[in-house]
């Protein structure tokens, strides 16, 4: 019988089989790897990070406003292209009454114009945070598009007080100043001003705080000319007006908008229904999405990046807030469908029903959610919620931050689970910048190459002593010991005499150490003054500084011609 040249035996094809196998996994690494990418901030003061890079951004804009004219796909039985086209609408109409509310605008171009938006809580945030509203300001001002920033005041206030560096050159130090008093931990939405007296001197104790080290930070006029001279009640609203009427004195055009503000258009109700009708589904795309990140990063801890979507008692946890104006403390919402209503609780005190017709038409739970909110009952979103919404109807590009794009990736898997589409394609950017603090670099050894010579001293000190020139007398005795030593390393170790020669070996070691005493306590001093210095430097070093800690100057330089930092 003949056996054409080409067949295989079974081994053979086991092999190939589990080289196809192997290959099939890698392949799947790989594009996870591609899918999850790791970003990190820039090095070096005055350098900006961008992906896609900067100069692309506009090709970028000009595509996914396309994609989104050109959608085919549904949201509760309604064309996408539909309800963006109203949900911009929308925003745009609540934004710009928001902004006048504070601030002199132009009336915008068209809703159909392209919407940068980007988003953040309303804090005293770090430079390259910031360096995010100035970009979609100045992508939409050369695309003639609209700047939009959202203001997730959903978010809760946690510490109202900042880290302030003081103290010297040589040994500085950070201190804790407030601007309000601790209190419970409320959403920024609800959060107001507790302490006048602290709020008022804020700014005066902030600058001289640091004035040790920055002699004229823009918090010692800006929170006198710019927070204070709008008299708010809510902590979160005159941050977060404060800083984008200087964005607007600056030449940055863009609008505001809270977040609150936008779950309270029809078309995020219209969204929040069709998301509450699938909360199994919504709940198995979020998990799996969560389980492949996880995966792709080496994570173990299953509370990273987000903890999963749970189920209780056939509830399903959803990925919304719900609170009262009487109970303001936010709660998980979790769903359950029965017939033609949605059952919706926070599995403690609160329980309400939306009614929702078996013809997929949300309008009359849309509805009674705006009876809701008008008896102080508040849907809002958590976090991936929220950049989906953002990112899936309004904007035609999104600007992140470092972590929110590394969160961001679990959206778009999710989105492709849930509605077999990810969201138009994200821009991450972020900038260092740290404050004008005149000190010199450091240039001692490395710490390890400085705990290396000291254990060679504590292990080795035949060998160190060996490069010092010793009189006769001391010569005679190191010898000595050497031998000593050198006999019980030599010698064999058995179960009889292991304590021994372990004894005897460490006794020669710390006898021989009188004779490298001064090396030691040189190198000791040395390691101390290595770990001061890089504490201090670490601490002079930060990027994490508010921006109303830098000079006026130093922060106009950097943010209004971001362009020329980057790569």
């Known amino acids: 019988m003949s056996i054409r040249a080409d067949s295989k035996t079974a081994l053979e094809a086991s092999s190939d089989q589990e080289s196809l196998n192997h290959q099939a996994v890698l392949g799947r690494t790989e594009n996870l790897a591609k899918r999850y990418v790791q970003y990190r901030a ?10 896609p890079a900067w100069g692309t951004l506009d090709e970028r804009l000009a595509a996914n406003s396309k994609l989104r004219a050109n959608a085919s796909h549904e949201i509760f039985g309604r064309s996408l292209v539909d309800l963006a086209k109203e949900a911009r609408k929308s925003v745009l109409q609540s934004a710009l009454a928001y902004t006048r509310s504070y601030a002199d605008v132009d009336d915008p171009p068209s809703s159909s114009t392209p919407l940068v938006i980007a988003g953040h809580q309303p804090e005293l945030v770090h430079t390259g945070v910031w360096l995010k509203n100035f ?21 809760l206030c946690r510490s109202p007080s900042i880290r302030i560096p003081t103290g010297t050159i040589e040994h500085p130090r950070v201190e804790t100043v407030a601007y309000d008093q601790i209190s419970e931990e409320l959403p920024f939405e609800e959060r107001q001003i507790e302490d006048r007296s602290l709020w008022k001197s804020f700014g005066k104790r902030a ?15 800006w929170w006198r000319e710019t927070v204070l001279s709008h008299n708010s009640s809510h902590l979160g609203t005159a941050i977060a007006q404060a800083r ?10 863009s609008l505001e908008i809270p977040q609150s503000l936008v779950c309270q258009t029809t078309p995020f109700r219209w ?51 719900i609170w009262t104006a009487d109970n303001p403390q936010r ?50 979103t958590r976090a991936l919620a929220t950049t989906m919404y953002a990112r899936l109807l309004l904007a035609d590009l999104f600007i992140h931050g470092i972590g929110g794009a590394k969160y961001d990736q679990v959206t778009d898997a999710i989105c492709n689970r849930l509605f077999g589409f990810a969201p138009s394609p994200y821009a991450t950017l972020s900038g260092t910048l740290r404050l004008p603090i005149n000190h010199q670099p450091f240039s001692i050894r490395s710490q390890s190459e400085l705990r290396t010579e000291l254990r060679e001293i504590a292990y080795h000190p035949e060998v160190e002593i060996a490069k010092l020139s010793l009189d006769k007398s001391d010569q005679s005795k190191v010898d000595a010991l050497k031998r000593k030593k050198s006999d019980w390393v030599h010698t064999t170790q058995t179960p009889k005499n292991a304590a021994e020669r372990h004894q005897n070996i460490v ?23 290595s770990e001061q210095r890089i504490r201090a430097n670490r601490l002079l070093e930060s990027r994490e500084y508010p921006f109303c800690l830098f000079p006026r100057e130093t922060l106009q330089n950097f943010l209004l011609d971001f362009s020329s930092h980057m790569p």
């Open 135 to 155: 970009a979609a300001a100045k992508l939409a001002s050369r695309s003639g598009g609209i700047a939009i920033n959202l203001v997730i005041d959903n978010d």
């Open 42 to 51: 820039p090095a070096e003061s005055g350098q900006i990070f961008c992906d």
């Open 207 to 221: 600058a001289d705080t640091l004035k040790p080290l920055i002699a004229d930070p823009l918090i010692a006029s």
């Open 244 to 253: 984008h009427r200087t964005e607007l004195d600056w030449g940055c055009k």
């Open 507 to 529: 006794t020669a070691n710390r006898d021989l150490q009188h004779w490298l005493a001064p090396r030691r306590m040189k190198l000791e001093h040395e390691l101390t003054t």
């Open 331 to 380: 709660r998980i919402l979790f769903v359950q469908c029965k017939n033609s209503e949605l059952l919706l609780t926070d599995l403690s005190d609160f329980a309400a029903t939306l009614p929702i017709s078996s013809e997929s038409d949300p309008m009359r739970a849309i509805e009674q959610l705006a009876t809701w909110e008008g008896q102080g009952i508040k849907l809002r």
């Open 271 to 321: 969204f929040a229904v069709h998301l509450l009708a699938n909360a199994a589904k919504v709940r198995s795309s979020y998990n799996d999405a969560l389980a492949e990140y996880r995966h792709a990063h080496h994570l173990r801890n299953h509370a990273q990046p987000l903890p999963d979507l749970t189920e209780v008692d056939r509830w399903i946890e959803t990925p919304f807030w």
